[in-house]
């Protein structure tokens, strides 16, 4: 599984990209690439379903317990609930 760059298309069940928009976008997208690589690499696993379990599991943690510098040293949840609050409007 990989986040690319170019394409802004996610489906239901398959993550096909996510859209940087700039080079902090572009560098939280590799870290988040090279940090799924690692863990597929690490983790040995019986089923894809083992798999898809680790890997969801390991987004949790990003998204909720990782702070990131590119966005004030919240973490990705945090700086979305934030964004939700000061700008309703990218939400619509």
């Known amino acids: 599984m990989a986040i690319h760059h170019r394409q802004n298309s996610i489906k239901p069940n398959k993550i096909t990209s996510l859209h940087a928009t700039g080079a902090q976008t572009n560098g939280m997208v590799e870290r988040f690439n090279r940090r799924i690589s690692e863990v597929v690499q690490q983790?040995?696993?019986?089923?894809?379903?083992?798999?898809?379990?680790?890997?969801?599991?390991?987004?949790?943690?990003?998204?909720?317990?990782?702070?990131?510098?590119?966005?004030?040293?919240?973490?990705?949840?945090?700086?979305?609930?934030?964004?939700?609050?000061?700008?309703?409007?990218?939400f619509n």
């Open 43 to 90: 983790t040995r696993v019986a089923s894809t379903a083992e798999l898809e379990a680790t890997l969801l599991n390991d987004l949790k943690i990003y998204n909720h317990h990782l702070p990131q510098e590119a966005l004030g040293h919240t973490t990705p949840t945090q700086a979305i609930k934030e964004w939700q609050k000061t700008k309703p409007e990218l």
